[in-house]
């Protein structure tokens, strides 16, 4: 697909079609990462990730699933067999 360079302020632009944006898995307002490789001009998604609290990571947690079967309460509360440093 050949498109044309227009300038854009002091930049220079290139307005990207639907179907390439959608196969590159771009949206609107996405922050990308652009970069000249072996003078190819290549862009790039940045998938941000969410930071979550202490307090949202914990609020999916239930008592029930921290909660220790029989087996593993027992690995716990075995005593070293070798050279373990506790």
Known sequence: MQLVVKKWGNSLGVRIPKSIAEAGKLRVDQEISIEAVDGKIVITPVIQTKE??????????????????????????????GKEIW
């Open 52 to 81: 979550y609290s202490l307090k949202e990571l914990l609020s999916g947690c239930s008592p029930k699933l921290l909660a220790l079967d029989d087996e593993n309460r027992q690995w716990l509360d075995d005593e070293p067999v």
